[in-house]
């Protein structure tokens, strides 16, 4: 079936809520596919303190799920769906969604965001869901009073290692460097729990288990050069993202990550009409308050553009 429509929303996260929020109260009437994660890497993810507005924090899932209803309260038609592939080679702008739709529109906001990056070791493919898993938020549950490891020195691995320790035994940072890249606030928490052992200089070589799933971890010391065995039975990775640019990268300039390239302080992107917010755009910042700032941007930019 072909729709006609006027503004197009690809993604779902807090860029993608917040272009459907300003875009609808714009009587654009956008329609919003959410993609798998209905919105975005938030809902996976606990306590948000550094959002504006929660002075006592407020849970990802919460704030996606208000989010949600905001853009919805002002007429945005929020699709659970996916993109699968489009035609931006002329305007009107063509979108095909998984719920059959062919979407004509007159332009398009893309706010697809990042997914986890994994180490790239054929061991870790191999026990992915079986001791192998890129969420603590998600799986941590399964490993209590167990031993955890978590792969990464970003605030991304510290804020896993540090709710997995309120629920595993012991958790192992495995970092390969001898500092961390995380928030100095972020390390504070990491180095004031117990139970958490930082790993410090050392990389994955192997993840090893059997039938029912991860027993132990291989690591190479960078510094000695050595071989180190340690039991685990879960193993997290959270080595930082890559964009989700796949279904684009025909039409719209990317990166050599494959971030899309936007026109700097703008949401604009290689091609008039397409608008790039969030994550998908941002090689930098990475918030969630950068992202629904972006997302506004875009917002606003596409509303200019289609008066013109
Ligand atoms: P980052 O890119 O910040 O960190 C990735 C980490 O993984 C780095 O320590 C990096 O090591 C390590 N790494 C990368 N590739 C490999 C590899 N192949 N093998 C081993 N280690 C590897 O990603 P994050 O997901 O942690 O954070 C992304 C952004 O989101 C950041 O801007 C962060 O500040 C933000 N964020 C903020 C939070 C908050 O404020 N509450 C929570 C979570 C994320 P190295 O340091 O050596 O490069």
Not at 81 to 106: L, N, Q, T
Not at 118 to 123: A, H, W
Request: aromatic share 8%; charged share 25%.
């Amino acid at each position: 079936m072909t729709e006609k429509i006027q503004c197009l929303i690809i993604g779902s996260g807090p860029a993608g809520y917040t272009a459907a929020i300003y875009t609808s109260r714009a009587n654009l009437h956008p329609v919003v596919y959410t993609g798998i994660q209905r919105g975005g890497q938030l809902t996976i993810t606990t306590a948000i303190d550094n959002f504006p507005g929660h002075p006592n924090g407020i849970q990802g899932p919460k704030l996606m799920e208000d989010m949600e209803l905001q853009a919805a309260r002002f007429g945005a038609d929020i699709r659970q769906g996916i993109v699968e592939k489009v035609d931006f080679s002329s305007r009107p702008f063509k979108a095909w969604a998984d719920d059959g739709k062919e979407i004509i529109a007159d332009a398009v906001i893309i706010a697809t965001g990042a997914s986890a990056r994994y180490l790239g070791l054929e061991s870790e493919e191999r026990f992915k869901g079986m001791g192998v898993s890129a969420c603590a938020t998600c799986d941590g549950f399964f490993y209590r009073n167990q031993i955890v490891a978590v792969a990464g020195g970003g605030d991304t691995a510290c804020e896993e290692a540090v709710y997995l320790a309120g629920i595993a035994k012991k958790v192992y940072l495995i970092h390969r460097r001898d500092e961390l890249r995380a928030s100095k606030a972020m390390q504070e928490r990491v180095f004031k729990t117990p139970n958490i052992e930082i790993l410090w200089s050392r990389t994955t070589d192997e993840i090893v288990g059997d039938d029912d799933g991860v027993t132990g971890i291989i690591l190479n010391n960078l510094k000695t050069n050595q071989k180190e065995k340690y039991d685990i039975s879960g193993f997290f990775v959270a080595i930082g993202h890559h964009p989700n640019t796949e279904v684009f990268k025909d039409f719209i300039e990317c990166d050599k990550e494959g971030y899309i390239i936007t026109k700097p302080g703008t949401t604009q992107t290689n091609i008039p009409g397409i608008f790039a917010a969030g994550d998908v755009q941002d090689t930098r910042f990475k918030q969630a308050i950068t992202a629904a700032g972006t997302g506004c941007m875009a917002a606003i930019e596409l509303e200019k553009f289609l008066k013109q």
